[in-house]
T-cell receptor
Framework: AQKVTQAQTEISVVEKEDVTLDCVYE???????LFWYKQPPSGELVFLIR??????QNEISGRYSWNFQKSTSSFNFTITASQVVDSAVYFC??????????????FGTGTRLKVLA | DTGVSQNPRHKITKRGQNVTFRCDPI?????LYWYRQTLGQGPEFLTY????????KSRLLSDRFSAERPKGSFSTLEIQRTEQGDSAMYLC??????????????FGQGTRLTVV
C-alpha cells in the first residue's frame, strides 16, 4: 500500500527561525515521484518541488531546501529564516512515476506552519 | 492562460439536492483530475481523465458521483442526492501526461461544498 505520513500537525515558529517539515512515505513502486505543495488560506495548492525516486540529490531554492533519503523513506522540507508569508499548510505527496505514471497523488495530512512576527 | 478555474467557488445545498461543479483546465493540458479535501485532511484522489476518456475512478467515488469531460476540455463533477458527508472542498487539477514537458499537476482554487 502507498502512504504518506506527516507526523507534525502544526508547528509555530518565530520569524527568522529555521523550520523543518517531516515527510515519510511508503511505496512498493521502484519508480515514483515525491512532491511538496503549499496551501495558503485561499485554498489553491501551490507546487514547490518534485523529486524522482532515482534522484537523491538534495535541492536548495532560495530559503527552501529538501532532503530526500531513500534509506529512511523520507523527504523533508526546510525553510530557512522563516517569514510570516510562509504561514500555510504544507503537503507532502507521492505519485507513480515512469512513462506510464500519473499525477494521481497520495497526500499526507499536511503540516500547518504558523510563523509569528 | 489563467490557470485552472473552478466554478462555483462556494456552494451551499440542502441534503438530497443535486449539485454540479465545473472545472476549466489549462488549455493545452490533456489530463484532468478531481480530488476531495475534507477539513484537516490532505486531498484524496477521486478520478482522472485523459482527454475525454475517464481512465480511473477511486472507490471513494460512489454511484452518486459522476464526472464527465465531454470534449476533452472542461469537466463537470455532479453529486446526486447530496449527503452531509459530501461537505468538502472539491479540487480540480490538470497536467500534461508525465514526461511530456511539465513536472506536476496544477490545481484550481476549489469548490467548497456545504450540505445542510
Amino acid at each position: 500500500a502507498q502512504k504518506v505520513t506527516q507526523a507534525q500537525t502544526e508547528i509555530s515558529v518565530v520569524e527568522k527561525e529555521d523550520v523543518t517539515l517531516d515527510c515519510v512515505y511508503e511505496t512498493r513502486d521502484t519508480t515514483y515521484y515525491l512532491f511538496w505543495y503549499k496551501q495558503p488560506p485561499s485554498g489553491e495548492l501551490v507546487f514547490l518541488i518534485r523529486r524522482n525516486s532515482f534522484d537523491e540529490q538534495n535541492e536548495i531554492s532560495g530559503r527552501y531546501s529538501w532532503n530526500f533519503q531513500k534509506s529512511t523513506s523520507s523527504f523533508n522540507f526546510t525553510i530557512t529564516a522563516s517569514q510570516v508569508v510562509d504561514s500555510a499548510v504544507y503537503f507532502c505527496a507521492l505519485s507513480p512515476g515512469g512513462t506510464s505514471g500519473t499525477y494521481k497523488y497520495i497526500f499526507g495530512t499536511g503540516t500547518r506552519l504558523k510563523v509569528l512576527a | 492562460d489563467t490557470g485552472v478555474s473552478q466554478n462555483p467557488r462556494h456552494k451551499i445545498t440542502k441534503r438530497g439536492q443535486n449539485v454540479t461543479f465545473r472545472c476549466d483546465p489549462i488549455s493545452e493540458h490533456n489530463r484532468l483530475y478531481w480530488y476531495r479535501q475534507t477539513l484537516g485532511q490532505g486531498p484524496e484522489f477521486l478520478t482522472y481523465f485523459q482527454n475525454e476518456a475517464q481512465l480511473e475512478k477511486s472507490r471513494l467515488l460512489s454511484d452518486r458521483f459522476s464526472a464527465e469531460r465531454p470534449k476533452g476540455s472542461f469537466s463537470t463533477l455532479e453529486i446526486q442526492r447530496t449527503e452531509q458527508g459530501d461537505s468538502a472542498m472539491y479540487l480540480c487539477a490538470s497536467s500534461l501526461v508525465p514526461g511530456q514537458g511539465n513536472t506536476e499537476a496544477f490545481f484550481g482554487q476549489g469548490t467548497r461544498l456545504t450540505v445542510v
